[in-house]
């Protein structure tokens, strides 16, 4: 009965049965069997209601452009199958040839692909309007249509999911040109550059690993863990409500501030900056030389735009370029706005962290109020991890709304502005809070008698042993929150929907006769399908996950953030190269697996860079040189310790016998005259106490001291940042951005194809004659 029912609701919308389309209908061929895109809508029986009626009008305007329909009915659910004519193809294929950067690329000179045809088809489709102004963006969003997407090649698939998209596969190579054939070059380039990403990160992760183990190796020799463990210094309190504490107490805190904040540490952080210079240098040879075999190497996405607007209507009028002062003001304006509201969101997790710090010293458990100022730390890193995940969402609807306002002439310009849009809010989002623990946390708080105060909450103060391990603290939550959670929504949400699905999809597990064979169960050897094959095959795609523009987005999104972290404040985390590389290895697997098994096809796009993205990663490059000079100058111990060793230590005076570091913490702190009442529980009952400063314990002036390592902060900072500078300028020009094998055969390319054409011309001209 259900066989019977469907075959009764099959309804051929060919063009021919109202004279609109006279063009014989194709040979039986596989091409022919191919649909380019599948339309679905819900089934409404009322001929007069309006969705039914703009659905046929968008149909009859495709069918005009001789695109063939098949209507198959399905329950509550009318699908479309939409396949174009050859002669579309071969109308984009002439005009790549005369065009002038894309007339030596594969579409040229070899057959159409599957691919090539679904990104055509997917123009007209966004290009095709109705009477009442509307195009499918708009239809579908009215809910005229409920969605629409491409079909996944059976066999392509298959061969996919065998060589690339499967778990066991985790440490071999990607089959790039594979990908490429059937994703498009856009696809097949975030894979080759994450790819070459996760293979650098190699040399990096070990290296970290060696600075890591290089703290640890001193662990227990260090003297300035000693004298924090071994001390008897009386700390003021820090908060209002707290009472004197001993430095001892936070032996296990001095520990892991050393595994951090030691000597390697400035090695690695220049190692890093050079890192990413040569990482994008040599990421540039690697891109030439597959988009060089793939003939996209002077590929442009306005010229093909162009191709496709011609393809759609031939009469078209190209989209002007305009520039408004007024509209650029707005955005820049509302550009503001965000950023002053995402800066906001900042403050207000330095405020929680303030008011909870002290809250928690007086509870009742004794661990929490022991560590109140680590445990306030993370709790507000995990408070930021959950803002980041609501202000992504945010920051993508404004990003939208502002290229909306821009009105940018091609969708290569749209996406370009959103990127770095969306890109800037993001970075601001997640780095905001960083930036105050890396460079304001405890050097804005004041001292005893004059605290500075927010709401009436003295701010947070640094440990005796530096800003550090807060900053390491800050990351490591985020970025193992980030990754992790991530992945895991990533990868079991469309997971679990195809499974559900499955249970939808046994009802057409039943083949017809003609389609009993295996070579038709394959869609291999048959001339033709029949629907209910048809419908099997919809039915599977339409209850994967939904896929859109955003989708590739979002991979790259992520992939660069994690950049971001592993550059930016790598001085603070020596570790992040290494979990960014556990992270990657299983990324790569996990996005392939979701792209090939779990979700709808991507819309493949032809394109020979990663576009603005490169662009991004240079000023991360060079923001990483700022952040880490500033983290080592600024926010660690390097520098004092350094002043202290060769101007106030033991080895400054000649001694021998001792440590050069020996009285280091002493020396940090100074005194201050307080009253605290008796506490009963600790025995404490002191007149003075110490804080980490270097003041006079008269009128609390800065001592000269201060102004000595302030100097010398700085001029660290400069010699630093114009060090690693000039090595990323000697670096960047030492490794050419191609290859010379690749500049070698666009030679020989171009000469070939000035060459034929010069053999066309000869032979038109005796054809004539």
Not at 98 to 108: A, P
Not at 173 to 192: I, M, R
Request: aromatic residues 12%; proline residues 3%.
């Amino acid at each position: 009965m259900f066989f019977k029912a469907v075959e009764e609701n099959i309804e051929l919308w060919d063009g021919q049965k109202d004279g609109t389309n006279t063009e014989p209908l194709l040979p039986p061929t596989a091409t022919q069997r191919t649909f380019d895109y599948v339309l679905v809508a819900h089934k409404v029986n009322d001929d007069t209601d309006q969705k039914a009626q703009r659905q046929r009008a968008f149909i009859q305007q495709l069918e005009k452009k001789n695109i063939a329909v098949t209507k198959i009915i399905h329950d509550d659910k009318v699908f479309f199958g939409l396949r174009a004519p050859r002669e579309m193809f071969e109308d984009y294929q002439y005009l790549l040839k005369v065009s002038d950067s894309c007339n030596w690329c594969g579409d040229v000179r070899g057959g159409v692909t599957q691919a090539t045809r679904i990104r055509i088809v997917h123009f007209i489709l966004q290009q095709t309007y109705i009477n009442t102004g509307e195009n499918l963006e708009d239809l579908l969003m009215n809910d005229v249509f409920e969605t629409i997407f491409c079909l996944h090649e059976r066999k392509k698939q298959k061969q996919l999911k065998a060589k690339w998209a499967r778990w066991s596969g985790l440490f071999a190579g990607q089959p790039v040109n594979d990908v490429k054939c059937y994703f498009g070059e856009k696809v097949a380039l975030y894979y080759l550059w994450l790819g070459w990403y996760t293979k650098l990160l190699v040399p990096a992760a070990v290296l970290g690993v060696v600075v890591f183990l290089y703290g640890l190796f001193f662990f227990n020799t260090n003297p300035l863990i000693k004298e924090v463990c071994q001390s008897n210094i009386t700390m003021c309190p820090r908060c209002d409500r707290c009472t004197v504490w001993q430095l001892s107490d936070t032996c296990t805190y001095a520990k892991v501030s050393h595994l951090f904040d030691n000597e390697g540490t400035v090695a690695f952080a220049m190692f890093m900056a050079i890192w990413a210079t040569l990482f994008l240098e040599l990421w540039k040879r690697h891109r030439a030389r597959h988009v060089s075999q793939w003939k996209v190497y002077d590929w442009c996405e306005e010229e093909e735009e162009l191709i496709l607007q011609i393809v759609n209507d031939p009469n078209c009028k190209p989209e002007q370029f305009r520039h408004s002062y007024l509209r650029s003001t707005l955005v820049l304006t509302l550009v503001t706005l965000m950023l002053m509201l995402i800066i906001g969101l900042a403050h207000a997790l330095v405020v929680f962290r303030v008011v909870a710090a002290p809250l928690m010293s007086q509870g009742s458990w004794e661990f929490i109020s022991d560590h109140a100022n680590t445990v306030a730390m993370m709790l507000g890193a995990v408070l930021h991890y959950v803002t980041i995940q609501i202000m992504t969402r945010v920051n993508r609807w404004v990003s939208l709304k502002l290229c909306h306002i821009e009105k940018t002439n091609s969708f290569a310009a749209t996406e370009r502005s959103f990127t770095v849009k969306m890109f800037t809010f993001q970075f601001f989002t997640l780095f905001s809070s960083l930036f105050y623990v890396a460079f304001f946390l405890g050097r804005i708080n004041g001292h005893p008698g004059d605290y500075v105060r927010i709401a009436g909450w003295r701010l947070e103060e640094c440990h005796p042993s530096g800003c550090l391990t807060d900053l390491f603290i800050q990351m490591a939550v985020i970025m193992l929150l980030k990754q992790t959670l991530n992945n895991i929504f990533e990868f079991t949400v469309p997971w679990l929907k195809s499974c559900l699905s499955r249970n939808t999809s046994k009802k057409l597990q039943r083949k017809c006769g003609y389609c009993y064979r295996k070579a038709c169960r394959d869609e291999q050897g048959c001339t033709e399908p029949c629907d209910i094959c048809k419908l099997r095959d919809w039915l599977r795609n339409y209850h994967l996950a939904d896929t859109d523009a955003f989708s590739l987005f979002n991979e790259f999104l992520e992939m660069v953030v994690q950049f971001s972290f592993t550059t930016i404040f790598v001085a603070a985390f020596p570790l992040a190269p290494l979990l960014a590389l556990i992270n990657n290895i299983f990324e790569i697997r996990l996005d392939a697996i979701k792209m090939v098994r779990l979700e709808r096809r991507l819309v493949p796009r032809k394109t020979n860079d990663i576009g603005v993205w490169t662009k991004v990663l240079e000023a991360i490059g060079v923001l990483a040189v700022i952040a880490n000079g500033l983290v080592i100058g600024v926010s660690s111990d390097f520098v004092p310790r350094l002043v202290y060793r060769y101007r106030y230590g033991p080895c400054a005076n000649g001694s021998t016998h001792t440590h050069c570091m020996q009285g280091y913490i002493n020396d940090t702190l100074s005194t201050a005259s307080v009253m605290v009442r008796n506490d009963v529980g600790q025995g404490f009952n002191v007149t003075q106490c110490s804080y980490r400063d270097y003041r006079s314990d008269e009128d609390y002036t800065l001592t000269s001291q201060f102004w000595l390592v302030l100097a010398v902060r700085f001029a660290f900072v400069i010699l630093f940042e114009h060090v690693v500078v000039v090595c990323k300028f000697i670096a960047a020009w030492f490794v050419p951005n191609s290859p010379i094998l690749v500049k070698n055969d666009r030679l020989h390319d171009k000469l070939a194809r000035l060459k034929e054409e010069l053999r066309e011309i000869k032979r038109s001209k005796s054809t004539d004659v």
